[in-house]
């Protein structure tokens, strides 16, 4: 890949953007979750939050709402707050309004944990670059519909861990109340290196303007009124189900060998 088309300065780091009385609140619910598997579900799961369904249209939209009501009970409002701050944050930085595809999720690494290679919307393989891998009209999570990511680092008392991107020969020690925020693109190849002490914690999102939301929902709604003869028009991977596997880019290991040695 060309060192010309990669730009680090889209790789932002903010320290302290969590106060650190939150970052304590948090760090003591992500133990405790770890600690008592009965303890009360208080994150997001990776499934359309409010903000997304806002733009969601027909059909797509009364699915996401029906996963809205299943999964989102009692989350902590500090995840609410972050949230809004960090998409208030991106719309600002990049001139265009981009909202949240769920609301923080807890991320948990633990110890002998470690995150290879990838890439979060796009991929690249020796045929040039996918825009949108494994796309499905089917999908209620679509990755191929990021533009960025964001995270959120809750401690730091643990060895390893540092979020990678080959491209920069950037690796980044994280910091409590750290935001570390990019492009989802193929230009951002990101791994995180082998914890070998400890346990690490980070609330992550993703975020996508709204035309991208209505987008994907105009092609879910109009894929569930085609017949098998019109959808055999489109790739098979079209029929895939409501939750994608996600971008896991094996497909980059030709340009990147050693990502997976990353410890």
């Not at 997001?44 to 997304?52: I, T, V």
């Not at 029906?66 to 009692?74: A, G, L, P, V």
């Not at 409002?77 to 998409?87: F, N, S």
Request: hydrophobic letters at 35%; one cysteine or more; glycine letters at 4%.
């Amino acid at each position: 890949m060309s060192k010309e088309l990669c730009n680090p300065n889209n790789i932002v780091v903010i320290e302290n953007f969590m106060d650190l009385e939150d970052v304590k609140i948090i760090d003591a619910l992500c133990r405790k979750s770890l600690e008592d598997p009965d303890f009360p579900e208080w994150w997001y799961n990776k499934f359309p939050g409010e903000d997304y369904v806002s733009y969601a249209k027909g059909e797509y939209k009364k699915k996401c709402e029906q996963f809205t009501q299943n999964y989102h009970h009692d989350k902590h409002p500090l995840l609410k707050k972050y949230m809004d701050k960090v998409a208030a944050l991106i719309t600002y930085e990049v001139g265009r309004k981009v909202v949240p595809m769920f609301t923080f999720n807890r991320h948990q690494t633990l110890c002998t944990g470690l995150c290879p290679g990838h890439t979060d919307s796009e991929s690249m393989s020796s045929n040039g670059i996918d825009y949108m891998p494994e796309y499905s009209p089917n999908h209620i999570y679509e990755p191929a519909i990021i533009e960025f990511s964001a995270n959120i680092y809750i401690n730091n008392d643990y060895d390893g861990g540092q979020l990678c991107f080959p491209d920069y020969d950037i690796e980044i020690q994280h910091t409590p109340g750290q935001l570390v925020w990019f492009p989802g693109n193929v230009h951002f190849v990101h791994a995180v290196n082998k914890i070998t002490s400890g346990n690490r914690w980070n609330l992550l999102t993703h975020l996508a303007r709204p035309k991208l939301i209505e987008m994907h929902s105009m092609l879910h709604n109009l894929w569930h009124v085609m017949t098998p003869e019109q959808k055999s028009l489109f790739p098979e991977s079209w029929n895939a189900g409501e939750n994608p596997r996600g971008i896991t880019e094996n497909n980059l290991e030709y340009l990147y060998p050693d990502l997976k040695k990353i410890d």
